[in-house]
């Protein structure tokens, strides 16, 4: 399910039902509410007009108030444009992420606020549905609905499992303090895969971009050598450290560009090895806890009725 933002271009090439009879200049209809047509030239804006082709190639201007995208149009059960607004009254759990949580922020760096909401049971039940996540770029924010949370906990989400473990907490009801009283039980050694892979594919894009552009993304490639590093004290200590401490120089360096590639490189494949190394000894189980993330889910389910 998803709703469109007002300001939503419609992109060229989209099918289109329109919800208004098409008239001339005279008045007369040219095609009659329901025609379908395709958009051939989309403005920058929409106060400006859409360049809609119909059926027998004819081409009008038609602003966006005249139809509706034919994939929107087919889907009877779209609810208002206000029920995400009206979600975000029922997040339960609200924190701090990103550079902020991990001490390398500056004058610069945005809040990022992510977190968890609970929907109300009838939604839930309905035949609308309601949304994996909401989400608010002009206020940096994401909440996942409980379920898809907990689903990417399961897999070691690297954003996820930081979510549970930030200090930097703004916001967070009874359910959401038990949800962080049971954070061990999404730990085990997926990490190891979650993370590895992860780290090893977007460092080949940032080898080719280098290659292709000749620039480095300095910024993502301190991200991911934290993540590595984030990886392994997760092997040995059972928990995900978000502040980091012990290495923060050494970071900030990577992000200000003052480390040649290749000795970031470098330093990656050495934490990949002791990456290894720690997978050979950790505690953690080989999968986290199911059956404990499946009881609390049904519980939180429960207390939405």
Same mark, same amino acid.
């Given at each position: ?6 300001n ?50 004819? &081409? *009008?201007?038609?602003? #966006?108030?005249? +139809? ?5 149009? !087919? ?5 208002a444009? /206000? ?37 109300p ?56 303090? &038990? *949800?962080l009283?049971? #954070?061990?039980? +999404? ?5 190891? !895969? ?6 090893? /594919? ?13 620039t ?7 991200h ?27 970071l ?35 999968r ?13 389910? #429960?207390?939405?009725?």
């Open positions: 399910m998803t709703t469109q933002h007002p939503f271009i419609v992109p060229i090439g989209t099918q289109v039902v329109c919800n208004v009879d098409v008239k001339n200049g005279a008045g007369d209809v040219l095609f009659a509410k329901g025609v379908m047509g395709i958009v051939v030239k989309s403005p920058v804006d929409n106060t400006h007009a859409y360049r809609v082709r119909f059926m027998d190639e004819t &081409e *009008l201007a038609l602003f #966006r108030r005249d +139809f509706i995208p034919r994939k929107q149009f !087919q889907n009877p059960l779209e609810p444009n /206000s029920l995400d607004d009206d979600l975000y009254q029922k997040v339960i759990y609200r924190c701090i992420t990103g550079s902020r949580a991990y001490g390398l922020d500056n004058e610069q760096s945005d809040t990022d606020l992510r977190g968890i909401y609970l929907p049971a009838e939604l839930q039940w309905s035949l609308y549905g309601v949304p994996d996540q909401l989400e608010n770029d002009e206020k940096q924010e994401c909440y996942w609905e409980i379920q898809k949370f907990i689903l990417l906990a399961l897999k070691a989400n690297p954003n996820i499992l930081e979510c549970l473990y930030t200090p930097l907490v703004e916001y967070k009801t009874p359910l959401a303090d &038990e *949800l009283g049971l #954070r061990e039980i +999404f730990l085990s050694k997926i990490i190891y !895969q979650t993370y590895n892979g992860y780290v090893m /594919s977007q460092f080949k894009r940032l080898q080719h971009h280098l290659e292709n552009h000749g480095i993304k300095w910024k993502h490639s301190m991911l050598i934290r993540l590595l590093l984030s990886g392994i004290i997760a092997l040995h200590e059972s928990y995900i450290p978000v502040r980091v401490e012990a290495h923060r120089e050494q900030l360096a990577i992000r200000n560009g003052q480390l040649p590639w290749a000795e970031v490189n470098k330093w990656r494949i050495q934490l990949h090895s002791e990456f290894d190394a720690a997978f050979q000894t950790t505690q953690l189980p080989d986290p806890d199911y059956e404990r993330a499946n009881a609390f889910l049904v519980y939180a389910r #429960r207390s939405a009725v």
